[in-house]
């Protein structure tokens, strides 16, 4: 995202602003991160690209108005929010999310949302008609999810009670054409919570493209079994009960089906998809190809991936990718099918790194596009008319991410220009898109780029959030390496860990200072990028303010450096990343200025995992631990994740066992503080209870805080405020 002198003098504007003073300025507070919000940078929200690849869209003002890509003017007004008044109502309905039909004269607005899970909700739909300007509602019959407009635009899918349904908008008849969906046992278009959470997505019927049919899953999750969490407070005398299906690792799963509705004929017809129910169908996706349905099958392990090529109307499979691992398959969105209806494209990790390949359709790899020992890490779309695939890439180094194309002979050509963090957002043409970019010590700085990467102009500098950062005591956050003989891939090679650190402003390097390392270092996940940090950003510039060094070290198994570095924590999560903040943090205690008594760790969800093992295995390191919502033992946790890392317990039971925090309780010398949320449907309260029974079995005293009703992000109302405050206080008492 991002003009020739434009360019040069926006990154010196934006760098040069940001200083890092040795004299006393105003101090961070935990009100101005968490109450006011006046520690966050600008972003923009909402752009979406027109069909014509020339304009997009923006919610200004309550309404949705159309802009030049290239001169950024507005253009006109696409929906007028104060016309939006639905019928008997005096106000108009709020504008936020929205979908649009091809020909971009209908809209679909939610309103009164509410939430499921951490992808789901469902709402009162209406549609707003810009050619009659008439707001009607998509149904009265309750609230609705996943609402999509049929390629045509005359017809509406969208589920209710785990059934489809399709209204006519034309005569405004509304047709049912699943009857068998049933809370807790049959779901049809939309997923189960494993799904939901494992494989990222929610919406799971699709049109075709010519709008006759509609693929659509079918999860039987009657044999998964169920969890409950009790909800308090809102006058209840006693909690009410949520009760919902939570296969933990090693238990049932849903049985998962793939159907095609006929528009015409009425008629449904179930897709081979294997007399195996054992298995995953993580995509669904309709190719270029007419009548033809491409199909991913994942087997239980994760480590076999199928891509089955279905005809819509008869069933029939046949296969037509096929990819085995030895240690799992990580599932994504980047398989595209190209116009022609005769290639499409795929990342994978086979030959050490993720990179992106190109095969006919019959299964046969015409090219590998992407080579080098880095790592793919998004892949944006293919543009036809130019034969160019636009990506992102760890290619400048790990730490960063850069933007890419790459021709269909595998010449590659840089796009973005700047070193850091650059994330595209590209117009439907990919004659332009919208470019993110920062770095450890910059907020986002957004712009407006062609397709070779030009600077037309700048959406948001954050000129003015730049200039609110000098009036704080700012510490530059720089990057290091840490090297021991402990950190080896398979095989013995040597490597060095990547790390961050922040020291405190007017550092001493004669003093002795305590350190607060931060952690996740679950597979896959980087903490050290050369990116905006975010609200962390502040909270850890106010630690520093305060005198203690604040540290992050990407163990094995993290992100960015290809499939060993991450795949080597197979079968055992926690060993060896735990082994390698443990020996960080030994080797960090050696510098001349760290008091390596009081060196402390905090980390949430896999990261409070981690954090609970390092006060425990890492007991005579680590002094003080502050874990959120950690899982405790990987037997707690859902099996598409973690059987994707641990296999199922029953074949792996020290994996799971001898190296879960619970088991090394006895060790903790230092001070715990313990905290989750008992509303939280992914980590759930059983972690955190089975650890504070060991806890008290082996007379351990600890630190305890629970959020009543919160989920695993422990959010809402005061609460963040609260929560960091409950953890500033705990780490400045026992690390200052």
Known sequence: MKKGLLLVLGIFFVCSQITWSQTTRKEIS??????????????????????N???????????????????????????????????????????????????????????????????SRISYDYIWNTKTKKLTPLSDKGKQRLADFSPNGTKVAFVRNNNIFIKNLKTGKEKQITFDGKKNNIINGTCDWVYEEEFSFTKAFFWSPDGRKIAFYHFDESKVKQYTL????????????????????????????????????????????????????????????????????????????????????????????????????????????????????????????????????????????????????????????????????????????????????????QISTRTGTNDGNFSKSFDYYINTYSNANTPPYITVNNYHGK?????????????KMQQYNLSKKEFFKLRSPE?????????????????????????????????????????????????????????????IVVI????????????LFKKMTYLQLGKYEIADQIEAAGLIGKYSYVDSTRIGIFGWSYGGFMASLAITKGADVFS????????????????IYTERYMRTP??????????????????????????????????????????????????KQFDLMVYPNKNHSIYGGNTRYHLFTKMTDFILKYLK
Do not use: C
């Open 30 to 51: 935990l009100k101005d991160i968490w109450t006011t919000h006046s520690l966050f940078p600008k972003t923009v929200h909402g752009i979406v690209s027109l069909n």
């Open 53 to 119: 690849g020339k304009q997009y869209t923006e919610i200004k003002n309550g309404s949705i108005v159309v802009y030049d890509y290239r001169t950024g003017d507005s253009v006109t007004t696409l929906v007028n929010g104060k016309e939006l008044i639905p019928e008997g109502k005096k106000t108009p309905v709020h504008i936020g999310n929205f979908s649009v039909n091809k020909d971009e004269t209908e809209f679909i607005f939610p309103t009164q949302t509410e939430h499921i899970y951490r992808h």
């Open 230 to 413: 009790p909800f308090y407070g809102n006058g209840r005398v006693y909690p009410e009960e949520y009760t919902y299906k939570y296969p933990v690792a090693g238990e049932n799963n849903s049985i998962v089906q793939i159907y095609t509705y006929d528009l015409t004929t009425g008629k449904t017809v179930k897709m081979d998809v294997g007399e195996n129910t054992d298995q995953y169908i993580p995509r669904v996706k309709w190719t270029t190809r007419p009548g033809k349905l491409a199909i991913e099958r994942l087997n239980r392990l994760q480590n076999h991936l199928e891509i089955l090529l279905a005809d819509a109307s008869t069933g029939k499979t046949k296969i037509i990718y096929s990819e085995t691992n030895k240690y799992y398959i990580d599932i994504t969105d980047d398989l595209t099918f190209f116009p022609d209806g005769e290639h499409f494209m795929i990342t994978s990790e086979k030959d050490g790194y993720n990179a992106i390949y190109l095969y006919d359709m019959d299964g046969k790899q015409v090219e590998k596009l992407t080579k080098g020992k880095w790592d793919v890490t998004k892949v944006y779309g293919y543009n036809p008319k130019r034969k160019l695939v636009y990506f992102q890439a760890a290619k400048t180094s790990p730490l960063d991410r850069d933007v890419l194309a790459v021709n269909l002979k595998g010449k590659i050509r």
């Open 455 to 467: 600077v037309i102009r700048v959406l948001e500098s954050n000129k003015a959030f730049v200039k």
């Open 487 to 547: 950190f080896k891939l398979p095989g013995g090679k040597q490597i060095d860990l990547n790390a961050w650190i922040i020291k405190p402003p007017n550092f001493d390097p004669l003093k002795k200072y305590p350190v607060l390392m931060y952690v996740y270092g679950g597979p896959g996940i980087q903490t050290v990028n050369n990116s905006w940090g975010r609200s962390n950003y502040f909270w850890f510039q106010m630690l520093a303010e305060k005198g």
């Open 552 to 563: 992050s070290v990407d163990n094995r198994g993290t992100g960015a450096r290809g499939e």
């Open 624 to 639: 003080t631990a502050v874990a959120v919502a950690p899982v405790t033992n990987w037997r707690y946790y859902d099996n």
């Open 650 to 699: 029953k074949v792996n039971k020290e994996g799971y066992d001898d190296n879960s925090p619970i088991k090394y309780v006895d060790r903790i010398k230092g001070h715990y503080l313990l905290i989750f949320g008992s509303g939280d449907d992914n980590v759930h309260p059983e972690n955190s209870m089975n650890m504070i029974t060991a806890l008290i079995k082996a007379n």
